[in-house]
């Protein structure tokens, strides 16, 4: 494996395990009744995001998901405002009226979560001819589960960004399922690489569980982009350790995968890249945790304690918009 710095791999594991526990603790405050509407965890998937994210740089660009929460957290995302805003305060990104489907963060370039499946891809896409009008050396990289990849919206931007050599990293979640259907029923290809490859996109399915892995390939396309050779489109292979949203204990989840997966967890995997090509201590690795955790409760003290929008202000927000 190619030598990567201490630095880098505890801060890939840092990120990994802030959103592994940003997902574990909002689910509390929703079974406290202090979340309100959908949430959907990315539990299990934190790989993606934190590898895919760490490939690009601050000048690029992020499309998200109904499952975004990940997304936004590794593409540096203030873990206060975060809380804020899945908790409906007025710190949140959005002012507490997106909530946990619509985090956007437009100064940041996170063009934004979405609760429409694969309507975060023509956004991506239309980014990304910008980026190629103003002749920049930018890119944009776009999530989309299994479920997403078998959409129109999906399809045809992929169609376009391949016709039009647009910046593009398209990133397919595989956590094989959609709600509650497994892949196997939902298309008759079930390697949804091959839907890029069907657009002369080139691409690949590698194991999303495994950060390096994500960040390696996706480092590789993002320069690639850069350069004027894109688009890509990445499948990466990953499981939910949970049902499809907070209230749905996935009952139909297979014991055999979730066993897998959970021996297959992205920060047991990540932990050992620690130890081994870091050569960092179990001490020093619970430091580490218990350093982010400490981040984690101090943002959700001070979510908890901020404001909801006044009526008043609230009206005042949607005369002007
Ligand atoms: C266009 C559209 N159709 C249906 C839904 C309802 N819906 C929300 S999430 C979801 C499943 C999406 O599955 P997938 O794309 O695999 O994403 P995952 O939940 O696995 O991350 C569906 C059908 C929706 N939000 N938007
Ligand atoms: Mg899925």
């Known amino acids: 494996m190619k030598k990567y710095t201490k630095d880098f791999l505890i801060s890939l594991y840092t990120t990994m395990y802030k959103i ?138 992929l169609n376009l960004a391949s016709a039009w050599k647009l910046p593009v990293l398209f990133v397919i979640e595989n956590n094989q399922y959609a709600v509650s259907t497994p892949i196997e029923e939902s298309t008759g290809e079930t390697e949804l690489y091959k839907r890029g490859i069907g657009f002369g996109v080139e691409s690949i399915r590698i194991d999303g569980n495994d950060v390096i892995e994500v960040y390696k390939t996706a480092k590789s396309f993002a320069d690639r982009c850069k350069n004027g050779q894109g688009p890509f489109l990445m499948e990466c292979i990953t499981f939910r350790k949970s049902g499809h949203h907070v209230n749905d204990p996935g009952l139909y989840l297979p014991k055999e995968k979730l066993e897998h997966f959970k021996l297959h967890d992205p920060l047991i995997i990540g932990k050992k890249h620690l130890t081994s090509s870091a050569g960092l201590s179990e001490a020093e690795i619970s430091e580490i945790e218990k350093q982010a955790m400490a981040e984690i409760m101090e943002a959700i003290d001070f979510a908890v304690k901020s404001p909801e929008m006044s009526e008043e202000k609230f009206l005042k927000f949607v005369e002007e918009y």
Not at 22 to 37: C, H, P, T, V, W
Not at 42 to 64: Q, R
Not at 122 to 131: D, E, M
Request: hydrophobic residues 35%; negative net charge; glycine residues 16%.
């Open 20 to 157: 592994r526990n940003f997902e574990e603790q909002a689910i509390k405050l929703y079974r406290d009744g202090l979340i309100r509407g959908y949430f959907h965890p990315y539990l299990g998937e934190e790989a993606i995001a934190t590898g895919v994210c760490a490939a690009m740089d601050s000048h690029d660009y992020i499309t998200s998901t109904h499952r975004g929460h990940g997304h936004c957290l590794a593409w540096g995302a203030d873990l206060k405002r975060m809380f804020s805003e899945v908790l409906g305060r007025e710190n949140g990104y959005c002012k507490g009226l997106g909530g946990s489907m619509h985090i956007a963060d437009y100064t940041k370039n996170n063009l934004g979560a979405n609760g429409i499946v694969g309507s975060g891809v023509p956004i991506a896409v239309g980014a990304a001819l910008g980026i190629s009008i103003r002749n920049e050396k930018h890119m944009v990289s776009t999530f989309i589960s299994d479920g997403g990849s078998g959409i129109g919206s999906f399809l045809e931007g």
